[in-house]
């Protein structure tokens, strides 16, 4: 045993300790709460949007400015709105 | 092959553009051509810690906006050969970076540097959205102290999700821990946070260990990159990093603190 080891015994344990054992811990815990929020899937909406505007490319034509793809997340649901303006034309074609 | 690698941290002041002009000054002292891209618009910097603040004519926000070329905001350190400044505007025009004119000027950098460094401002805004969509690799820069470690802990999840390479699926990016402000003394009373702690909690690859140096304060008042002073601690433990970032393996250094001597000890404690 060195002298220091020798001499921290009659060091009062909260000090010993040292407040970086608390930081580590508060971290700890509150990362676990964090992280399923924040380390989510990879971001699937670009490619969705680009996806269904190619669906939909195919049968009007639209103009990519006028999609809207927005997600609202609540408590115990999440809410997933696709807007998209067709253009007059479109319309009337297809009536 | 080009890479491009964004420093960042989600928290200001962590030590972001210090480390984004050391790393960069420490490559190119090793012979590679690299470019450093200043991506806090509104707030710069990066020009005064290189010290090129009056050497700005054109800048990044002009290249994508002004049809300005490259080379004529571009620039040329004085002091390191092969190394590129592009620094930022002033502008307060929240829209100044778009994706595309981002995508544009990094697509023509990938030509020309062997890396492209992207210094990131502080916060999740847009600014820090377009320094990382396009890297490669990220340096994530974290201080020992729990509010810097959280938001490390979110940008991993930010570069996990919103970057290129996770929107086109190519599989996750290259990321790194920096620990910098390392205060061995703080380390050993069981004050900081160490860097066993941070690894733990963070659980990426560690890239370097910065030691707390007075020696960086200094550099920055002068305007060159900590790497030029090559007797600081802290500019010997940022060339070790830059040699791991070149796939060399190095050991850590300053991470554990010098033996003290049982006075120097006994003088401490009654202080």
């Known amino acids: ?95 | 092959m080009s890479q491009v690698i964004v420093v960042t941290s989600g928290k200001g002041g962590v030590g972001k553009t210090t480390s984004a002009a050391a790393i960069a000054a420490g490559l190119a002292m090793k012979g590679k051509k690299v470019c450093v891209i200043d991506f806090d618009v509104g707030l710069r910097n990066l020009d005064l810690i290189m010290g090129v603040e009056r050497r700005v004519v054109f800048d990044f926000i002009n290249v994508i906006n002004d049809g300005i070329r490259l080379n004529q905001a571009l620039i040329k350190d004085k002091r390191i050969e092969g190394l590129y400044i592009l620094p930022t505007s002033q502008t307060r025009d929240k829209d100044a970076l778009s994706r595309e004119g981002v995508e544009k000027v990094i697509d023509e950098l990938r030509q020309e540097f062997d890396y492209v460094i992207c210094d990131s401002p502080a916060g999740i805004e847009k600014g820090a959205y377009m320094a990382l969509y396009f890297a490669d690799e990220a340096i994530v820069v974290t201080n020992p102290e729990v509010s810097s470690v959280r938001d490390s802990d979110r940008i991993l999840g930010i570069l996990n999700s919103k970057s290129r390479r996770a929107e086109r699926g190519e599989g996750p990016m290259r990321q790194h821990l920096l620990l910098t402000r390392y205060d061995l003394d703080r380390v050993a009373r069981g004050e900081m946070l160490k860097l066993e702690d941070v690894l733990e909690i963070l659980a990426i690859p560690v890239l370097g260990v910065i030691p707390q140096d007075d020696t960086v304060l200094q550099c920055s008042n002068l305007g060159m990159p900590v790497v030029l002073d090559p007797k600081a601690t802290a500019a010997q433990a940022y060339m070790d990093a830059v040699r791991r970032l070149l796939g060399e393996t190095v050991e850590l250094r300053f991470t554990t603190p010098p033996r003290k001597s049982f006075v120097n000890w006994l003088l401490r404690r009654t202080a």
């Open chain 1, 1 to 95: 045993m060195r002298l220091r080891d020798l001499l921290d015994l009659f060091r009062s344990p909260g000090r010993a300790e040292g407040s970086a054992t608390a930081a580590k811990q508060r971290l700890q815990v509150i990362l676990a709460v964090e992280r399923p929020l924040t380390r989510g899937q990879p971001d699937f909406l670009p490619l969705m949007q680009r996806e269904i505007l190619d669906v939909i490319r195919k049968y009007v034509p639209i103009d990519e400015r006028k999609l809207k793809i927005e997600v609202e997340r609540e408590a115990d649901m999440s809410m997933l709105a696709v807007s998209i303006e067709l253009p007059n034309a479109a319309l009337t074609r297809a009536i």
